[in-house]
């Protein structure tokens, strides 16, 4: 269970503790001592020493220590017999006035995950893992990890609070609460390098996570808000050699899209959502920063593929909170459509994730399909 973290992290403040109250137990070697003393003087603290010896990659040093308030780490690997310094990072780390501590993972300690989205993931350390950690006296307040992937250390997971974690599994970003046991998860490139990490740039939540549109978004499995229409893409092929228009609704009536001029290429990614009497809510990439969500024509199908339905019923109505935006690219630039005003009275049909609705509406005599956040939504019912 998840909990297993959670009561490892306790044991390993406890652990790290015992070690701070034997600080004079940390013996730098005498080249790592003098590169210090070269390049920043007298320190103000040394909060931590460890090494990573006889591993596949090598021997490895990491100190940890605090000068002029500024947490900095850095880092020696052996060479001919000799230490030398490979990172020197504040920006890798946490800050702040609380007290840090610098831990590792012995080879051979296992440890495992366990999310609802998801089997148990389970490891056992290389011995090529640590982790940096303040505390206040009590419990872990924020952290970082890293191990050994690729040729490097590289960003195992991290930590802002007591109650909210983030790991990184199989190249996705994993976000889990404690204490009310949210779970998400997202598909993203993030720096993950050691030497170009900064902690306190890395997402908090999967809002946060800028998307590559240049490829296919995932899309989180996560608790929705209402009984509306799931949108999620099918495993399904499109034709080739084709190019489409693109329109605002499931219909030429509602208008094409990108201001009359929305095309999509079928030799392109294209994420198919659901049909509706002959057409097809696709989402696609209009370039690195920009998704559209639209609907063609269903020809452009390959037969014989079963796509779901979209009902195109009411599943509840809502009325906006504050006036907001309509998009059509809920998951990358949120470029707007038009405003929607405050106290609007909107349709929902379906919903993306668990942040944005697929409503319809009128507005000045027509009909508009988009999204717009759940965040700006009173429904008129319990849903």
């Known amino acids: 269970m998840r909990f297993l973290r959670v009561l490892m992290l306790a044991a390993l403040l406890f652990l790290m503790l015992l070690c701070a109250q034997a600080e004079n137990a940390w013996q730098l070697p005498a080249e790592i001592e003098i590169e210090i003393d070269r390049e920043y003087g007298v320190i103000d603290a040394l909060e931590g020493y460890v090494e990573l010896l006889n591993t596949p990659e090598g021997d490895f040093a990491f100190v940890l220590f605090v000068n002029d308030d500024i947490r900095i780490l850095n880092a020696f690997e052996k060479k001919n017999g000799a230490w030398e310094q490979w990172l020197n990072s504040s920006a890798a780390v946490p800050q702040g ?173 294209i994420q198919v959502f659901a049909r509706h009497d002959g057409w097809l809510l696709i989402q696609y990439g209009i370039n690195d920063t920009r998704y559209r969500i639209g609907w063609i024509r269903e020809e452009a199908l390959i037969s014989g593929q079963e796509v779901p339905a979209l009902p195109m019923q009411i599943y509840d109505t809502g009325t906006l909170l504050e006036d907001a935006e309509l998009t059509d690219d809920p998951l990358s630039s949120k470029a707007k459509v038009l405003t929607v005003k405050e106290g609007t009275k909107v349709d929902i049909m379906a919903q993306l994730d668990d942040a944005w609705l697929y409503v319809q509406f009128m507005q000045n005599g027509k009909t508009y399909y988009g999204f717009l956040p759940v965040s700006v939504m009173r429904y008129d019912s319990n849903g």
């Open 97 to 269: 006035e609380a007290p840090a501590r610098l831990y590792t993972y012995e080879k051979g300690t296992g440890y495992n995950y366990n999310w609802d989205y998801k089997q148990e993931k389970n490891f056992v350390s290389d011995g090529l893992h640590i982790g940096i950690s303040t505390d206040n006296g009590d419990t872990s307040q924020e952290g970082i990890e890293f191990v050994w992937r690729d040729g490097g250390f590289r960003l195992f997971g991290y930590h802002y609070n007591t109650g909210s974690f983030v790991d990184l599994v199989d190249g996705e970003l994993v976000f889990w609460n404690i204490s009310n046991g949210d779970e998400r998860f997202v598909k993203a490139t993030i720096e993950t390098d050691i030497r170009l990490v900064a902690f306190y740039d890395l997402p908090r939540d999967p809002a946060q996570v800028v998307q590559d549109a240049s490829r296919e978004p995932v899309i989180s499995e996560v608790k929705y808000l209402n009984r509306a229409f799931k949108l999620s893409p099918q495993d399904v092929k499109v034709k080739k050699n084709q190019r489409c228009e693109v329109f605002m609704g499931p219909g030429k009536s509602y208008g094409r899209a990108g201001g009359g001029k929305a095309l999509v290429s079928t030799n392109d990614w």
